[in-house]
């Protein structure tokens, strides 16, 4: 079965770190490109990054130079490393991925929350 | 950035309803904009692609057209299981990005 699954989202304070997770299953993380999404609770949705199967990462402004994402091929799984985090970075973070061709997200995960307050 | 827009932001429907919502984008986009479905408390599903390819195993119902600028996602006889807010997306240029969603509530 296709499957994403994010882990490690939590309370963390201002300025704080965390390390997101998206363990995929039934296909190679490394052979598609893989992307974030936030969504901030009652809002819209907001992409956040890209990493492409050759390797190359993009990113949205807002996050850029705080966040990075990686992935691990060997363990078929998405990192977003979050440095610096802000109040206006709390939303569930989706990952999500186009299996079927083309660039719309056809696979998505059923998202972590990262909630930055004091 | 490319923005786009969407209207209706809320629409109240009754069942077996038609139901057009709309997506424009700042520039043109070709054909990249597809659509999705979001539940509360679910993740978004892919519901159009490409404007107008219907994703596997969506309803019939669901359908999709445009180019350029102007887009539509359209619902013909509108189920109560299709309250959600639905999003246009656009990947034709880096940053991807969204609409702001329209939610529709079923009366």
């Known amino acids: 079965e296709v499957q994403l699954v994010e882990t490690g989202g939590g309370l963390i304070q201002p300025g704080g770190s965390l390390r997101l997770s998206c363990a995929a299953s039934?296909?190679?993380?490394?052979?598609?490109?893989m992307s974030w999404v936030r969504q901030a609770p009652g809002k819209g949705l907001e992409w956040v990054s890209v990493?492409?199967?050759?390797?190359?990462?993009y990113y949205a402004d807002s996050v850029k130079g705080r966040f990075t994402i990686s992935r691990d091929n060997s363990k078929n799984t998405l990192y977003l490393q979050m440095n610096s985090l802000r109040a206006e970075d709390t939303a569930v973070y989706y990952c999500?991925?186009?299996?079927?061709?083309?660039?719309?997200?056809?696979?998505w995960g059923q998202g972590t929350m990262v909630t930055v307050s004091s | 950035e490319i923005v786009l827009t969407q209207s209706p932001d809320f629409q109240s429907v009754t069942p077996k309803e038609k139901v057009t919502i709309t997506c424009r984008a700042s520039?043109?986009?070709?054909?990249?904009l597809h659509w999705y479905q979001q539940k509360p408390d679910q993740s978004p599903k892919l519901l159009i692609k490409?404007?107008?390819q219907s994703f596997s195993g969506v309803p019939s119902r669901f359908s999709g057209s445009g180019s350029g600028t102007d887009f539509t996602l359209t619902i013909n006889s509108l189920e109560a299981e299709d309250a959600a807010t639905y999003y246009c997306?656009?990947?034709?240029?880096?940053?991807?990005?969204f609409g702001q969603g329209t939610k529709l509530e079923i009366k």
């Open positions: 999500a991925t186009c299996l079927a061709g083309g660039d719309a997200f056809d696979i």
């Open positions: 039934g296909f190679t993380v490394s052979s598609n490109y």
């Open positions: 990493i492409y199967s050759g390797g190359s990462t």
């Open positions: 520039q043109s986009i070709g054909s990249s």
């Open positions: 490409y404007a107008s």
């Open positions: 997306h656009q990947s034709s240029s880096l940053p991807d990005t």
